[in-house]
């Protein structure tokens, strides 16, 4: 997952360096084959859950899943998340 760090002279975002992270989710493999437009999910290792909890309160954090990028639209206290899929530019 990345967030904004910033903005160049031409105002594109310049993206944080990546933070990786272990999530379990109820996908199945055909599932995972394509891109899902949410996906739920809980942390299970890679970043302190009060890391992960500050670092995804954040409205520009984007998350890489299977190469597609995602939003968190739902973050519980217990490292519980829903993600997104984010609209095609």
Same mark, same amino acid.
């Given at each position: 997952?990345?967030?904004?760090?910033?903005?160049?002279? $031409?105002?594109?975002?310049?993206?944080?360096?990546?933070?990786?992270?272990?999530? $379990?989710?109820?996908?199945?493999?055909?599932?995972?084959?394509?891109?899902?437009?949410?996906?739920?999910?809980?942390?299970?290792?890679?970043?302190?859950?009060?890391?992960?909890?500050?670092?995804?309160?954040?409205?520009?954090?984007?998350?890489?899943?299977?190469?597609?990028?995602?939003?968190?639209?739902?973050?519980?206290?217990?490292?519980?998340? $829903?993600?997104?899929?984010?609209?095609?530019?």
């Amino acid at each position: 997952m990345t967030s904004v760090v910033g903005r160049d002279r $031409e105002g594109h975002a310049l993206r944080s360096p990546s933070v990786t992270f272990l999530a $379990e989710t109820g996908l199945d493999a055909s599932t995972r084959l394509g891109s899902p437009r949410t996906i739920a999910g809980r942390l299970v290792s890679g970043i302190p859950l009060a890391d992960f909890l500050q670092f995804t309160s954040r409205k520009d954090v984007e998350v890489n899943f299977l190469g597609g990028g995602y939003r968190f639209i739902r973050v519980d206290p217990d490292g519980g998340f $829903e993600l997104a899929i984010l609209p095609l530019p």
